[in-house]
């Protein structure tokens, strides 16, 4: 995934989940239930703050 990648939402309120959409054309599809969604973000935050220590940069920054 890049920063250009299109990333659209959907949820699935019948369902209780939420689709993300990686693409345009084909794009990959993710489904997450809701009660996982908690652990999806913290396993990013956990990713992003690990990229960041490794790079000198703090959480938030750009670039």
């Known amino acids: ?3 250009n990648l299109p990333v659209r939402v959907e949820p699935l309120v ?3 989940r939420v689709e ?3 693409g ?3 794009p990959a599809v993710l489904v997450v239930d809701r009660d996982a969604l ?7 935050a956990e ?9 000198g940069r703090k959480g938030g920054e750009v670039g």
């Open 38 to 44: 908690p652990r999806l973000l913290n396993a990013i």
């Open 47 to 55: 990713g992003q703050v690990a990229l960041d220590a490794s790079s």
């Open 20 to 22: 993300l959409r990686f």
């Open 14 to 16: 019948f369902a209780g």
């Open 1 to 3: 995934m890049t920063a």
């Open 24 to 26: 345009n054309a084909f």
